[in-house]
């Protein structure tokens, strides 16, 4: 009797009152899912996979000096930019984030964050290692979710099986690996993309997605540099 009345007195103090219509009807805020991992672990895979299944998100499409693969659209997958159009953009100040990644350039462009934010969807991006933890200062209520292989052996052959990298540069990308692989702790949730298996995949990432959307508590309030440009200020 006497822990019912004080679990009843704890209620009072930490849970503001509401009634079941209310909370039932919740607005929930919509998310900005950050994914990363390893070159070849399956991101763009996945997100591909998921407009497929016509999930409803904002990518944000993320700009890069290197030239298009085949059958990557300019404005789809990326803005493909020269390296001198990509050097302007850094001295004005354009991207929220760049960083050489496997020696190009890559960044978001402030710009595709506003188009972000103004859709109201849930916002997905794809970063490398550095972009995530770049993101992590600048978007520390954002969900971080580390995609990985389920072996060396799976990412090595899914990189050749590609067929879009020089065997140096598939060499750079497999390099890299063992210090992305140190940084898995600081991501939210780990997804691992086994070979054949991308749907189970895709089914993980919807449902860190779910359960992110039925938090009591949202992440922290978003705040500063979800702001406007530099340009604009
Ligand atoms: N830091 C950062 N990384 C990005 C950005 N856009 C894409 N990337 C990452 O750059 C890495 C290389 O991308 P890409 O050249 O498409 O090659 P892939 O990793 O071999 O598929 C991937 O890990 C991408 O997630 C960005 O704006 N900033
Ligand atoms: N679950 C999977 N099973 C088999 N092949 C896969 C799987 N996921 C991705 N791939 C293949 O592996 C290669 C690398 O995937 P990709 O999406 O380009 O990775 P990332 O964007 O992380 O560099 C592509 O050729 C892709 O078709």
């Not at 954002?142 to 899914?158: K, N």
């Not at 990432?205 to 440009?229: D, Y």
């Amino acid at each position: 009797m006497s822990k019912r009345k004080g679990a009843e007195t704890m209620e009072t103090v930490f849970s503001p009152a509401v009634t079941l219509e209310g909370l039932a009807q919740r607005p929930t805020q919509p998310l900005v899912v950050v994914i990363s991992g390893p070159s070849g672990a399956g991101k763009d895979s996945l997100i591909r996979r998921m407009k497929e299944l016509q999930v409803p998100f904002h990518f944000v499409v993320t700009a890069t000096s290197r030239p298009p693969r085949p059958g990557e659209v300019d404005g789809v997958d990326y803005h493909f930019l020269s390296r001198e159009r990509f050097e302007a953009g850094i001295r004005a100040g354009e991207f929220l984030e760049y960083a050489v990644v496997y020696g190009d350039y890559k960044g978001i462009p402030r710009w595709e964050i506003e188009n972000a934010l103004a859709s109201g969807k849930d916002v997905i991006l794809r970063v490398d290692v550095q972009g995530a933890a770049t993101l992590r200062r600048l978007i520390p209520e954002a969900v971080f979710i580390f995609v990985i292989p389920s072996s060396r052996e799976e990412l090595i052959e899914r990189l050749r099986a590609r067929g879009t990298e020089s065997p140096e540069s598939i060499a750079r990308r497999l390099q890299a690996v063992e210090e992305e692989l140190k940084h898995w702790a600081e991501f939210d949730y780990v997804v691992v993309n086994r070979n054949q298996h991308l749907d189970e995949a895709v089914a993980d990432i919807l449902a860190i997605i779910r359960a992110e959307h039925r938090r009591a508590h949202p992440r922290a309030a978003r705040r500063e540099p979800m702001s406007p440009p530099p340009s604009s200020r």
